[in-house]
């Protein structure tokens, strides 16, 4: 590694790996040291492929970046998350994201004691929340992710009373 017991200059962040850079911010500046870990989810690269070709590159960006989605990653392990809200599923990279975070956080799929699973995604489209359904179970965290499909003004009152951290 470039740097290694300081916080990074802008020269050296210039020539270090993406990977020496999230070793770094994991084991010296994470409250949680699971954060050492972050990793693409194995089926991500699948469900990008998928929905480039199914629904071509122009839609095919609604979805999160590898990159995007690993910062989620190290955002849900910062702060101890252990439930999400997301509004606009698309093909359920994002989600798939979050629920590997959990696991890591030790958070366990299923329904809680209120009957609500860790993470709520709220989409439009039933076309989209089935496409996503369908690579959650590819990914094994269909535990982890409810979809609630219709608007999601109208979703969100009945969701009132439950808290979420991201």
Not at 58 to 75: D, R
Not at 127 to 154: H, S, T
Request: proline fraction near 5%; glycine fraction near 8%.
């Amino acid at each position: 590694m470039l740097f290694s017991e300081t916080t990074p200059t802008s020269e050296q962040l210039d020539n270090v790996s993406p990977q020496d850079l999230r070793a770094f911010y994991a084991a010296k500046a994470s409250v949680n040291p699971n954060l050492s870990t972050p990793s693409l989810p194995p089926t991500i690269p699948k469900v990008f492929a998928d929905t480039v070709a199914s629904e071509g590159e122009n839609t095919a960006v609604m979805a999160v970046s590898e990159y995007q989605g690993i910062l989620q990653n190290f955002f849900v392990g910062f702060i101890g998350a252990k439930r999400i809200l997301e509004i606009g599923t698309f093909t359920g990279s994002s989600a798939i994201f979050f629920a590997n975070a959990l696991k890591r956080n030790g958070v366990a799929g299923g329904p809680d004691a209120n009957g609500n699973k860790p993470i709520i995604c709220l989409d439009i489209s039933e076309k989209y929340a089935n496409i996503a359904r369908k690579n959650f179970v590819d990914a094994g965290v269909e535990d982890y992710i409810e979809v609630i499909v219709g608007d999601a003004r109208k979703n969100l009152a009945g969701l009132e009373g439950q808290t979420f951290d991201m």
